[in-house]
């Protein structure tokens, strides 16, 4: 952080908010430097939650907390339900995307259509940890 580097990937199933917490209080940066710029709802889950989920994602994008808002893993089915419903349109889809897993054509016509990017997670796969 103190080199200005300001890309936080994180997630509750990351378990590592305490230490990126602790990375940003101990920084000594400004707080208003700090800003989320996408917030994706990650792993679809349960249907109404995931209806609530979004629409409290929206609020937070209205309140001008988030800068974008985006979804992770979802595919044509899913994409169109929120389409029906999403206020705010929705700027990525994270998926899985790497040389052993191609993209599905029917999720990126989909995305092509609403103008939302893919953008690919685990690029080089499941590499073995050591």
Not at 42 to 66: C, F, I, N, S, Y
Not at 87 to 100: D, G, M, S, T, Y
Not at 113 to 121: D, G, H, L, M, Y
């Amino acid at each position: 952080l103190k080199l200005g580097y300001r890309h936080i990937d994180t997630a509750q199933c990351y378990q590592n908010e305490d230490d990126v917490g602790r990375a940003v209080k101990d920084s000594g940066i400004p707080p208003s430097e700090f800003y989320i710029d996408l917030m994706p709802l990650h792993a679809p889950g349960d249907k109404k939650l995931r209806a609530e989920t979004w629409r409290a994602l929206e609020e937070l994008h209205a309140q001008g907390l988030l800068r974008d808002i985006g979804v992770s893993n979802f595919g044509e089915a899913r994409l169109k339900k929120l389409e029906e419903t999403a206020k705010v349109a929705l700027c990525v889809n994270l998926i899985e995307l790497h040389p052993w897993l191609t993209l599905r054509t029917a999720t990126s016509m989909v995305c092509s259509r609403q103008e939302v990017i893919n953008s690919p997670t685990q690029w080089l796969g499941l590499l073995p940890r050591s």
